[in-house]
C-alpha cells in the first residue's frame, strides 16, 4: 500500500540528515587563527596519534617527526612515522600552490592530492596506496586539519574504499621546540 505522506515524510527527513551532516569548509571561514601552510609548516614538527579501523577502535599508535620547509613558494614535509608495532613509514609531501589552494602529492599518493584552506581550517583529499596483505589497496582520504593555536595543529583523516568508511586517523601535530 503506497502511502504518500509518510514517503514525504522519509525522503524530507533523509534529505535533511544528510544535508545538515555535510560540513564545509566556507564553515570555518571566520575562525582564527588563521592557518597559513607556508607559516605553520614551516620548521621542525612533531606528531602523535592513532590510527581506528571502521568500528572506531585503536589499532595503532604512532609518533612523527617532520621537517618542512618552503622554497621558491613550493612547500615541501618530510615525514619519519614510528608505529607501536616497529613499522618505520617515510612520506615527504609536496604543496604546490593554485588559484584554488594546492597541490599536494607524495610517492604513495595515486595522482595529485587538491587542499585547501579558510580560517583556521584546512581541507585535503586525495589517493592513498597502501600494503594491504600483500597487495596494493587504494584508499580515498579527506583530511582536516585545525589551527587551535601558532604551534598546534589537530588532524582528523577518514579512509574509504568505494564510498564506505574503513578507518580513520587522528593525530595532533605541534612545532617542535628547539632549545
Keep these: 500500500m503506497f502511502l504518500p505522506g509518510k514517503t514525504i515524510f522519509f ?26 601552510p607556508s607559516v605553520f609548516f614551516n ?13 572506531g577502535k ?8 617532520i621537517n618542512a620547509y618552503w622554497s621558491a613558494g613550493i612547500g615541501t614535509l618530510e615525514e619519519k612515522f614510528e ?17 584554488e589552494g594546492y597541490t599536494a602529492t607524495a ?21 592513498l596506496e597502501i600494503n594491504y596483505e600483500g597487495s596494493p589497496l587504494q584508499l580515498q582520504v579527506e583530511d582536516w586539519m585545525w589551527l587551535v593555536d601558532e604551534n598546534t595543529l589537530l588532524n582528523e583523516s577518514t579512509l574509504r574504499k568505494w564510498g564506505f568508511k574503513v578507518g580513520s586517523v587522528q593525530l ?8
Design 107 to 127: 610517492g604513495d599518493v595515486v595522482g595529485p592530492g587538491s587542499a585547501q584552506t579558510r580560517g583556521n581550517a584546512m581541507q585535503l583529499h586525495y589517493t
Design 172 to 179: 595532533v601535530i605541534q612545532k617542535a621546540h628547539l632549545n
Design 11 to 36: 525522503v524530507g527527513l533523509i534529505t535533511m540528515l544528510i544535508s545538515c551532516s555535510n560540513t564545509q569548509l566556507n564553515d570555518y571561514g571566520p575562525n582564527k587563527p588563521e592557518l597559513k
Design 58 to 65: 585503536v589499532t595503532r599508535y604512532f609518533s612523527a617527526h
Design 83 to 99: 608505529f607501536n608495532d616497529g613499522e618505520i613509514q617515510y612520506r615527504t609531501w609536496t604543496l604546490t600552490p593554485t588559484t
Design 43 to 55: 620548521g621542525p614538527l612533531t606528531a602523535h596519534g592513532v590510527v581506528k579501523n571502521r568500528s
